[in-house]
């Protein structure tokens, strides 16, 4: 993709953002974020049409999961570009729905009852304003002039692991050394662990087992791969080129040469870091939300601690507020699926198991990119009946 296509990209979405992104799903003064998006681009008509808009940056640990009755209405993980994965399966459940035989813009192909093929003409891109979390930004942080001499780790020293048994998937930002493993999703070090995977590793695995859910993978023929992925020049002087070395390291992960992995010398305002050399320190925002096209127009939602901004449960309190749940959790996208899918009545798990094919593809994946093992991140089953 030329240069001129990825700034028309990037303006297009940083001016939906400034127009009509939920001022309460942006930081406040003197706070950064991450801005993720999805993105159509149509190889022969060239048009753009941008699906989702996320920020995000935080993610819960493995305490705030243990709450009762969550029944897939928590968001485990809300980076940025995981809930611009989660609003992309949306935004297409929504599109099948009431779907004839085309839709405007011609994004899916009916064949069947419920059966849908991806039209070939739209290519699908991502935009994110930071390196993502995991590899990626510990390459860079390799490569960053810096002051401060990292940790050295020896291999035996457990401390770096999840699972002291598992040496192939290191907690948060440890052993920074260390770079081709699966990571959990960074932390500080005396906070209480999330296995919830870096956005680098989800990235990985989505690219290679599909942008569909196990709920959408049952409705379309097509394999969804990312064709474009753009990222922000990190613009490091005198320490070669560190794009490059980026690039490499995660075709090979992805195990996809066709990717266009492409870098941008425009910055999102609010990002958490600042790549123009303006050395300002941003807190982390708290605030965060997600946006997704739906007839034409952008549905809003802001969300608060893996639930919508407003319902987060009582401190201490076990359970959850009713109506919690995000368009985006697992509990809305079922009910999603099912109000439309009505032979499917089955749990959650059962359902989405129900694509052996997927789910062998995501063992196997797993198993390639971290040896030792797969250590899951809690799973709840639940109906929506
Ligand atoms: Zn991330």
Redo the contacts with the bound molecule.
Sequence with gaps: MDERTIEKIFDKIISLYEDKFDKKSKPRNGEGT?LASIFLHHKIFLDIKIICLATG?KCLNVNEMKRENKNGKLLHDS????LCFRAFNRFLLELMKNHEYVDEDDVLIKVDVNKFEWNEAWEIGMYVSEL???DLAVIHEQHKKTTREYQEWKDDEVKQYVDENIKTILRGKNNIKKTGVVRT?PGRFDSVATLSK??TDKIILKQRIGLSSGLLNLLINTKLQLKYLILPNVRLHNKGNVDEILVKSLKERMEDTNIHIQFIDKYFEDNINDYTGNITHKRTSNEHGVMILKDDEYVNEPLQDGVKLGYKAKKNSLTLRKNCESLISRFSMLQLYQSFNKIHEDSYIQTKTLDSKRECLKGEVRNEMSSDGWISNIEDDFCVI
């Design positions: 991450v940056i980076h940025a570009e995981v993502p979390c995991g999703k870096s956005c």
